[in-house]
């Protein structure tokens, strides 16, 4: 009878379900973390609008333009328009300088449900008629 080998088996056993174990927990956390945008962002409909580029966050899950339009009411507001992950826009092409702090622009996007300043992006266009998405390669803008 050699038990020795037999606790090594169910050692070995034991480390590949706890690990196993492990891995499927890490995964479904992950999974659950990243959220739906359909609870509040109706994807079945485009809203335009036109402002005054303030800033691109660039902080992850998702980056954010911020941008001075009308609202409600046509009264001056900060929109919020989300789009992908940092790391994915610049390996589209977005750049830093890719936006100038004061510059027109027209972003097109899925509004929220409930009429808040917010969206989901879908395109850019830019004075000069350069168009940027976040789904596709973009070629540089002219002058960054």
Do not use: C
């Amino acid at each position: 009878m050699n038990t020795g080998r037999r606790k090594v088996t169910s050692m070995k056993t034991k480390i590949t379900g706890l690990l196993a174990l492990g891995l499927a927990l890490g995964l479904g956390a992950s999974a659950s973390a990243h959220h739906s945008t359909n609870l509040y962002i109706d994807a079945s409909k485009k809203q335009t609008i036109q402002g005054t580029f303030v800033a691109l966050k660039m902080a992850n899950p998702h980056a954010i333009i911020q941008l001075m339009a009308p609202g409600k009411g046509g009264k001056m507001e900060t929109w919020a328009i989300e789009t992908h992950a940092p790391g994915s826009l610049i390996r589209l092409g977005w750049k830093p300088n890719t936006f100038r702090k004061g510059e027109k622009i027209t972003v097109i996007g899925n509004p929220s449900r409930n009429g808040d300043p917010y969206m989901n992006l879908v395109e850019v266009v830019f004075a000069d008629g350069y168009k940027l998405s976040p789904g596709m390669a973009n070629r540089p803008r002219p002058g960054t």
